[in-house]
């Protein structure tokens, strides 16, 4: 149980062009999501929150018109990541927790995206 | 908001020996803490957590104590084995809305045979 999924898992691009990254909870309603970024070697950088219905709380320095996070059902929350440029390539992965489990504080993460901006 | 160290940065072991990685967290109020496994590109797996209520919590060979007075917290794995390493993050749960967790900076652990 507890399986995230996101897609896709790998992506190449032009620089100006933008990405969309699904983040689906496949066995479990998930009303939050979180979307992390993580640079070779470092740790997990939480950008934003995601909440089904509502609009994204971003971290602080994270760009809310770069990043557009939308949550559209209790399954499903998209990262796009809007003009890339090389700086923006990186492994972008999502969580989420079970909505009415018994440790809601859990993330379980999904396999994550790695975006190669060119 | 919360703040969460990690260290040591990297451990290397032999195999059977004991591994123990240590973070500390800011805010007092925090009552979440979760360990993670995260193998080279893989997704961070969580390995154990505890609550504020508990000062330790066992799972085979994986412990986690936690010292609320000096906010501190340790995970300890035993008899280690080769596919025990990996990097392990710890975390914290910051206090507010939507459970957000703070993680450290992560420990990557060889165990060597």
């Known amino acids: 149980g507890a399986v995230v999924s996101q897609h896709p898992s790998r992506v190449i691009c032009k620089s100006g062009t933008s990405v969309k990254i699904e983040c689906r909870s496949l066995d479990f309603q998930a009303t939050t999501m979180f979307w992390y970024r993580q640079f070779p070697k470092k740790s997990l950088m939480l950008m934003a929150t995601s909440n089904e219905g509502s609009k994204a709380t971003y971290e602080q320095g994270v760009e809310k018109d770069k990043f557009l996070i939308n949550h559209a059902s209790l399954t499903l929350s998209t990262l796009t990541v809007t003009s890339a440029h090389p700086e923006d390539s990186s492994f972008y992965i999502c969580?989420?927790?079970?909505?009415?489990?018994?440790?809601?504080?859990?993330?379980?993460f999904g396999p994550g995206t790695r975006l190669l901006v060119l | 908001g919360e703040n969460v160290e990690q260290h040591p940065s990297t451990l290397s072991v032999q195999e059977g020996d004991s591994a123990v990685i240590k973070c500390t967290y800011s805010d007092s109020a925090s009552n979440y803490f979760p360990w993670y496994k995260q193998e080279l590109g893989k997704r961070p797996q969580l390995i154990i957590d505890?609550?504020?209520?508990?000062g330790e919590k066992k799972d085979q060979r994986i412990a986690v104590t936690l010292n609320k007075t000096a906010k501190h917290f340790s995970l300890h794995i035993t008899e280690t084995q080769p596919e025990d390493s990996a990097v392990y993050f710890c975390a914290a749960k910051a206090i507010g809305g939507y459970n957000k967790l703070i993680f450290g900076a992560g420990t990557r652990l060889a165990v060597h045979p």
């Open positions: 969580s989420a927790s079970i909505t009415g489990g018994r440790v809601q504080e859990t993330q379980y």
């Open positions: 505890i609550r504020s209520n508990v």
